[in-house]
């Protein structure tokens, strides 16, 4: 999981000893090996510091190339010999310290004309920029692309050809394709929703990762799609979003899905290619649907769906046991009033 | 159905001949008969080109004036002689080809002072047009009314009197009238969430109607109301709308109308005056409610509802049988564990 | 409650006699008492106006120091001796009208130089005030925050040390303390849904309160937060709210309070410390949730629940009688098709 320095600038690599030093915790391994990025456990690289929260039973997948990981007391039995590791009562909240001294993430700043295009942005001679657009640092708009009133572009954000940035509709920490549409007030690549134990309480995960719109992708009016904590969020080519839909963290949609209004995809999920979802569809973190499923409208899906299958209802079911439970309740309750 | 030209650029009418090249399609017909104009082939006028998909046991309703349609193998028996038609492989795919080069929408673009605000607008010197707000060309704002910090109203946009459009709202393809409210980041206008099968795949279909928004409407922060495919959607008046609701193209809502947040009303729906829908109540596309009907929160809508009901529950149903179902599921799973 | 002057300018007392000419009520008390300031009966102080509506019927509670409101004729009795009344058709409306006599909402509006900051808004040396951002007068900006580009800080906004206003996100009526944080789109302050019955039909109640953000507290994207009728809205300390949610007026969230996505809480519902509430859960008005509550994704809650229980469903029930119901309906539907 290699951190894109386009939306989120190096620091500078720590070793293991500073950042034992910053988060309080407790090293076991070599103090000089450097930290030189962040990953989840089951990601990393050499050099890319993860973490492991819960207890002795989780049964997390580890990477074979990790090399240093933040624990607690339990966790820590489940690390390898060999791997570095650093002892701290909440993992993720240490790690997140980590995470900050290593890389920050890029606001816009200086470097802007009347126009609100930062001095370094690369705006093609064909695209349009609409009066109020504000484009970050390092930005680079392609041929053909407009970008709507008010809206904002941040630092880095990478656009391709004869995409439609909506008015007042706002991209960060994202590469977008070419004929990719945004509704107005569309907000990609904001944090996700990831709320962490720290020593004061309840604190903000902070995310490293990006959004990456394919082509043809449209994204609704006020749709949200979070970029990833480490990784990525994925929306396949011709993937079409409707308007007021939250798609989380790290959530991969295929190609040509589609999403109708409210729909709320949790972190993690995976849709494949072709899937239909019906309005205000939910789907539970880290849930697979595979290719070509069909969910009814107001379903809230919270187990894996194999591929062609149609499900409805709340828990999600096949939709023909659906149907009969809410045939057979309505019967029920029609007839055996005297039970 | 005629389209407002306020919106939509005329680029001068094409005959058969030049739209059968233009979409690959056989031509059956007067090869240099005009098209003049889009509609749906419930609603085409002499010289307004439709489409029809599906298949041969469709059974479309016909206008009695139309002239021109583009059909596929299947769906040209439906069509009466006398009618010229287009056989393509996608019919609407091909009609929103013809669409295109009948009519192109207006963007915004120069004619901007300092202010954002177009040489052609028109803004009563009683209006208000607060810092950073964009008005495209054409536009028309009347005396009293608004526009907010960030607002973006777009070409040909016309807003009657004493209406106040709130921070970061947007608004295209739209009629207001007098005393409208659009809280912060309303979108009104934006095209409608249609996807058609192409030759490349799914494709986002045009949209060419507008949104119409009569005296004393009020729309809640981020909430969506989509323009027209051909026709208009309508909001009618003192018809009150809550935060983050969706309302989708061509859906007609009467007078006094109440809808609570998350309300979704899909495509084509009409709703009669003086009903209220609950919180996150849903509607299936093409539904009709009566006059004076109250749907429960969270209600999931499929079907038609007469004036005066109440209903309730997913799918909904009178409300008296949801309710019945509801005490008897809790009865039943509470004293029969053992069955 | 008193009337935050920062953000509704007072227009000077009216006299009982004044106001009773303003809505036609006719007026049983002393005619010159002045009248100061608005609130809701059970809260009203000396000078304060308060209205009732509905029929003899009902029991409000009312304030020991109410000493002018405004009845209709069958809510007229429910008024202790001594307390002067206007006895009006339409309370609510009639109140609304004395409101708008007292006070008046301050807009952006002049003072503004080419940053759009206005001259008397007070913006700390360390805070960064990215493009295209809107700034009201009287509004404060603490040490090391960021607005956002293009978000809109509305006139006499108060925000603390490190906050972060997300881009195009806007702010009006509100206190935000410190380390804040507004991901883009969010709409704090906005006026909440209240539709009224007046002589014409429907109208918008106004509303008066504020929101008020306490410290660490995080808002998604796309959510709304509105004030208050009179009093305040209220998020505790390091309450977390993910995108596109909506909470309405006058209610009080607890500390370190988590609302996962879509998630709807109506008007003055209380929720206490440490609660969780999954995604797309609604909660209806009034309704009081103890400490430590989990409500599992998709609940619509229409009770009271006590402190530390776990509940789902719609209507929502304890999580054990939910799954019992959802295991029972299953098995049954599945085995007795022939019923």
Redesign the interface.
């Known amino acids: 999981m290699t951190v894109d320095t386009r939306f989120y600038a190096p620091l500078g690599a720590l070793t293991l000893e500073t950042a034992a030093a910053l988060t309080g915790a407790q090293l076991i391994g070599e103090a000089s090996s450097p930290i030189t990025g962040l990953a989840s456990a089951d990601q990393a690289k050499a050099g890319e510091i993860a973490f492991l929260e819960g207890d002795a039973s989780a049964k997390p997948t580890l990477s074979p190339h990790l090399s240093v990981v933040i624990v607690n007391e339990a966790t820590s039995s489940l690390v390898p010999d060999g791997v570095s590791r650093l002892i701290a009562r909440f993992p993720r909240h240490a790690h997140s310290t980590v995470a900050k001294a290593l890389f920050q993430p890029r ?3 200086g470097g ?1 004309g009347t126009q ?1 295009v930062a001095a370094s942005a690369q705006i093609h001679a064909g695209a ?1 920029i ?3 657009a ?1 484009i970050g640092e390092g930005a680079a708009i392609g041929e053909g692309t ?1 970008i ?3 809206a ?1 572009i ?1 630092p880095g954000v990478q656009i391709g050809r004869n995409s439609v940035i ?3 509709a ?1 991209v ?1 920490c994202a590469l977008l394709g070419d004929h990719v ?1 945004l ?3 569309a ?1 990609i690549g ?2 996700g ?1 990831g ?1 962490m134990a720290g020593p ?5 995960a902070p995310h490293y990762g990006r959004v990456i719109l394919q082509d ?1 992708v ?1 994204i ?3 749709a ?1 799609i ?1 970029r990833g904590v480490f990784g990525d969020t994925i929306i396949g ?4 979003i ?3 839909c ?1 798609i ?1 963290h790290n959530v991969v949609l295929g ?2 899905v ?1 999403v ?3 729909g ?1 995809i ?1 972190g993690s999920v995976r849709v494949g290619d072709g899937s239909m979802l019906g ?2 569809v ?1 789907i ?1 973190d880290h849930v697979v649907v595979g290719e070509k499923v069909s969910l009814a ?2 379903a ?1 899906l ?1 187990r894996d769906v194999g591929p062609g299958e149609t499900w409805g209802g ?2 999600a ?1 096949p939709i023909r ?1 659906w149907m ?11 007839t ?2 005297r ?1």
Chains 1, 2, 3 share one sequence.
Do not use: I, M
């Not at 009969?324 to 029609?334: D, G």
């Open positions: 606001h816009l700043s802007f609100a349009s609409l009066p109020g504000v407009v709507g009133p008010n904002v941040g909506g008015a007042a706002s960060h549409t509704l107005a007030g907000r904001e944090t929703f709320v004061s309480g309840a604190e903000d043809h449209t609704g009016a006020n949200c979070d080519e011709r993937t079409k409707d308007n007021l939250q989380a190609r040509s589609v109708a209004a409210f709320g949790s309005g205000r939910g539970a409208a107001s809230g919270f709340t828990p079911k046991q009969r439970e809410v045939a057979w309740l309505n019967k029920q309750a029609s055996r009033k039970d």
